[in-house]
């Protein structure tokens, strides 16, 4: 055994004799396959804390037009999911896999399927039976071959046309997720192990409209409520990426208090089946002389250049920003003078507030996009560590 494996192989055995102070909440957070390698492989199965999640989003593996189901990132998924090879022998070393270490902390490990950039298959396998049963078959064939427990479905978004969605998308959105549950509910008689169907869905009723809230509430374990991307670049005029409750402009819909109350009031959804999300990232807005002002962001900002607006590259120049706080909004920005760049962003204050929230309103707990934007090169990962200070008090 190498060095470099005997050191992994240490710490892993470290890790493993960590006790897990898992919260009463969920703590889900989303693990990119093709962040692995990202500063120099820092976030890896051995140092992710574990001990801070309840579940792990393995994103993505991609749903392909006949129905199966191949990773994202190949070389990522052996790394990761099998474990560290010996560079002498070629076997794996045990106990160095996402999945073995996330196991040892009592955390589950659900594999991720679509993500924005490869939901355009989706309507066709949905509206396939063929294609559905394959689909599900594959749901659990990488299930048994790398120890996932269960699934959940990023389908940007039923109904959506620019991802080649169809009226017939809702309606054929129930028949994938039953051929997935009843695929899971054969494997649980197998293994005698209950697997989790989960999925991502969107925040605005734009797009929950073209869903069967009623089948899907039942149908599911539990729902992902992406409250993040309410507002950013694309649109014409600088806003807050995830307000905790409406900001002064912008569609006051979208924010992350109006999202719960769409999914608890509207669609009478038991608030314990909900996960809200957090964005543990910014966005920036170039030319701009504000908060909610006219911007021009068509090209490379500041932070696209230096490696995007991760909390961390955003923690490192910070700098260069005054900081500001929305009081209405309960998000703080920060704002250059001289670069002429606002940036809306999560800190500790704000992701505190949101957990607060899902405490206050008996919610199920947070989904992360995503644990690598957090982890300092210290091992610090401070706006999980709000998280998870807030669910250990609500839960003593």
């Known amino acids: 055994m190498g060095t470099r494996q005997k050191i992994f192989a240490t710490f892993g055995l470290v890790m493993m004799l960590m006790p897990s102070l898992n919260p009463g909440k969920d703590i889900i957070g989303y693990y990119p396959s093709w962040k692995w390698q990202d500063r120099s492989s820092l976030v890896n199965p051995l140092s992710i804390p574990y001990h801070k999640l309840t579940i792990i989003n393995y994103a993505f593996f991609v749903p392909l037009e006949d129905g199966t189901l191949v990773g994202k990132e190949p070389e990522a998924d052996d790394y990761l999911l099998r474990g560290q090879r010996d560079s002498v022998s070629g076997e794996i070393i045990p106990n160095t896999s996402l999945i073995s270490n996330a196991h040892q902390h009592g955390v589950k490990v659900m594999l991720s399927l679509g993500g924005w950039t490869d939901s355009g298959n989706f309507p066709q396998i949905a509206a396939d039976p063929e294609k559905r049963a394959r689909f599900a078959h594959w749901c659990v064939r990488h299930i048994k071959a790398y120890g996932f427990d269960g699934i959940d479905v990023d389908w940007e978004y039923p109904g959506y046309q620019p991802h080649n969605g169809t009226v017939e998308d809702k309606e054929n959105y129930n028949f994938l997720l039953q051929a997935i549950r009843d695929s899971l509910n054969a494997l649980e008689k197998e ?133 500001h706080w929305d009081d209405r909004a309960k998000v703080p920005y920060l704002y250059s003078d001289s670069l002429q760049l606002l940036v809306s962003y999560d800190d500790p204050e704000s992701v505190g507030l949101k957990a607060d929230y899902v405490i206050q309103n008996q919610a199920r707990g947070l989904i992360i996009w995503e644990i690598t934007h957090d982890y300092f090169e210290d091992g610090r990962s401070p706006l999980l560590e709000v998280i998870w200070n807030k669910f250990q008090s609500d839960g003593k």
């Not at 990426?241 to 608890?264: C, I, M, R, V």
Request: proline letters at 8%; a negative charge; aromatic letters at 16%.
């Open 191 to 323: 293994t005698h192990q209950y697997y989790l169907l989960s999925a991502a869905l969107a925040a605005s009723a734009t797009h929950t409209a073209q869903i069967d809230m009623p089948f899907v509430s039942e149908i599911l374990d539990f729902l992902n409520i992406m409250t993040y991307d309410f507002f950013g670049p694309w649109e014409p005029i600088s806003n807050h990426n995830a307000p905790l409750f409406a900001p002064a402009q912008g569609e006051p819909s979208h924010n992350f208090d109006a999202a719960f109350k769409l999914y608890t009031q509207e669609y009478k959804i038991p608030p314990e089946k909900i996960n809200l999300g957090v964005p543990f990232y910014g966005h920036s807005y170039a030319n701009c002389p504000g908060l909610h002002s006219p911007h021009n962001s068509t090209g490379k900002t500041f932070f696209s250049e230096i490696g995007g607006s991760s909390y961390v590259n955003l923690f490192h120049h910070r700098h260069l920003f005054t900081r």
